[in-house]
């Protein structure tokens, strides 16, 4: 699964193992992202280069996971992840 947009909100929950998880937020619009995945092997990307305040709010349960936030841009960014399980790999990039 997929998604982008140039809105403020997107909402993704997968159950399952070996999914790719990614979301695409872009434009100047105020933008969050949830993501809630429950599973092993997962690959989970959150990637915002929005002019306005940006937030990731990342739930993984599972093992050999993989999670990797980017953001930029000149105001307020946040990311919170919550990962249970084994061997998850969590990368966090942000600059403005």
Do not use: F, R, W
């Not at 998604?3 to 909402?11: K, L, N, R, V, Y």
């Not at 949830?34 to 092997?41: A, E, F, R």
């Amino acid at each position: 699964m997929s998604p982008s947009c140039s809105g403020s909100a997107i909402e993704q929950i997968i159950q399952g193992d070996n999914n790719i998880l990614t979301a695409t937020l872009g434009g100047g619009a105020n933008h969050t992202s949830k993501m809630n995945v429950v599973g092993d092997s997962n690959i989970i990307t959150h990637t915002s280069t929005s002019t306005g305040a940006t937030s990731a709010i990342i739930g993984v349960s599972g093992n050999m996971n993989n999670i990797g936030v980017t953001q930029s841009g000149m105001t307020a960014q946040s990311v919170q992840v919550n990962s249970t399980g084994n061997s998850n790999a969590i990368t966090i990039n942000q600059s403005q």
